[in-house]
Nanobody
Framework: QVQLVETGGGLVQAGASLRLSCAASGRTFSYYNMGWFRQAPGKGREFVAA????????YYADSVRGRFTVSRDNAKNTVYLQMNSLKPEDTAVYYCAVGVGAPLRGDEYNYWGQGTQVTVSS
């Protein structure tokens, strides 16, 4: 059974950093895309960042490019999201996902984690 578990969320002040981790189990995801999405209260889910299984190409939403970094450790079946210079508008539940389709499209991901809350105070 595939399971994705996110950790690392929390409450921080604007300008601080957090590092989210997502550990996958149940199968090997070396060749899968691994992505991060978020959903703020009253808003729809939005793409944040993704990293391809092949070659490790990365993708970012314009709102986080230059502040967030996505990486992966295939040996640990884990994807990370380093978030720097956090802003109040980054407040959301962050979800990791694994899939084989288009990396920016949420509907192309097959497996999802339960989410971790990130709250940034001003």
């Amino acid at each position: 059974q595939v399971q994705l578990v996110e950790t690392g969320g929390g409450l921080v002040q604007a300008g601080a950093s957090l590092r989210l981790s997502c550990a996958a189990s149940g199968r090997t995801f070396s060749y899968y895309n691994m992505g991060w999405f978020r959903q703020a209260p009253g808003k729809g889910r939005e793409f944040v960042a993704a990293i391809r299984g092949s070659y490790g190409a990365t993708y970012y939403a314009d709102s986080v490019r230059g502040r967030f970094t996505v990486s992966r450790d295939n040996a640990k079946n884990t994807v990370y999201l380093q978030m720097n210079s956090l802003k109040p508008e980054d407040t959301a539940v962050y979800y990791c996902a694994v899939g084989v389709g288009a990396p920016l499209r949420g509907d192309e991901y097959n497996y999802w984690g339960q989410g971790t809350q990130v709250t940034v105070s001003s």
